[in-house]
């Protein structure tokens, strides 16, 4: 092994396993983020507006059956996932090209896997049930792997698509 790669930080060695750990971490802290604010607005700000019941049917497969919850998500999601496109572009992928185009693609993934999450959910949740695994501890486990799945597109649109560098002209 030479001397100069015995040198080399973790940060450097495994550059793209860094750019995971930073993207997981954003992730992670926006979540944090989001959840709080949706706590927050459905017992505290909108905690009249659950009473208020809605029937649709794309809407209560992601879980929204009531102007609060609607309000609630439409207000925590937007901060979450707004905390989490600054940190990845600023902080994960340092990433130079066109703010509103990454804008736009961005907001094109986050309607996708808020969808397909909400299908993806639906989907473990019923096979869980008819597998007997629910409940306390099975939820959890339901819920993280509903959580980690979009990571499977999420993290190289982030990284190959939405937050890219600008060509270097040669």
């Not at 930080?9 to 992730?27: D, H, Q, V």
């Not at 949706?38 to 059956?65: G, P, T, Y």
């Not at 496109?85 to 090209?97: E, G, H, M, P």
């Given at each position: 092994?030479?001397?100069?790669?015995?040198?080399?930080?973790?940060?450097?060695?495994?550059?793209?396993?860094?750019?995971?750990?930073?993207?997981?971490?954003?992730?992670?802290?926006?979540?944090?983020v989001?959840?709080?604010?949706?706590?927050?607005?459905?017992?505290?700000?909108?905690?009249?507006?659950?009473?208020?019941?809605?029937?649709?049917?794309?809407?209560?497969?992601?879980?929204?059956?009531?102007?609060?919850?609607?309000?609630?998500?439409?207000?925590?999601?937007?901060?979450?996932?707004t905390?989490?496109?600054?940190?990845?572009?600023?902080?994960?992928?340092?990433?130079?090209?066109?703010?509103?185009?990454?804008?736009?693609?961005?907001?094109?993934?986050?309607?996708?896997?808020?969808?397909?999450n909400?299908?993806i959910?639906?989907?473990?949740?019923?096979?869980?049930?008819?597998?007997?695994?629910?409940?306390?501890?099975?939820?959890?486990?339901?819920?993280?792997?509903?959580?980690?799945?979009?990571?499977?597109?999420?993290?190289?649109?982030?990284?190959?698509?939405?937050?890219?560098?600008?060509?270097?002209?040669?």
């Open positions: 092994m030479s001397e100069s790669s015995q040198k080399m930080s973790f940060t450097e060695k495994y550059k793209e396993l860094w750019k995971f750990i930073k993207f997981s971490f954003a992730g992670a802290s926006s979540s944090l989001e959840l709080g604010v949706h706590m927050l607005f459905i017992k505290v700000i909108f905690k009249d507006l659950v009473a208020q019941k809605i029937d649709n049917e794309i809407l209560n497969m992601i879980k929204i059956d009531s102007k609060g919850v609607l309000f609630s998500f439409i207000i925590s999601t937007t901060v979450g996932y905390i989490a496109f600054i940190l990845n572009r600023k902080v994960t992928f340092k990433a130079d090209s066109n703010v509103a185009l990454s804008t736009f693609l961005y907001v094109l993934m986050v309607i996708f896997t808020i969808l397909a909400g299908w959910g639906s989907a473990i949740t019923g096979f869980a049930a008819e597998k007997g695994l629910s409940g306390g501890f099975w939820d959890l486990v339901i819920k993280i792997i509903g959580m980690a799945i979009p990571t499977l597109w999420t993290y190289p649109l982030n990284r190959f698509v939405i937050h890219r560098h600008k060509k270097e002209n040669a």
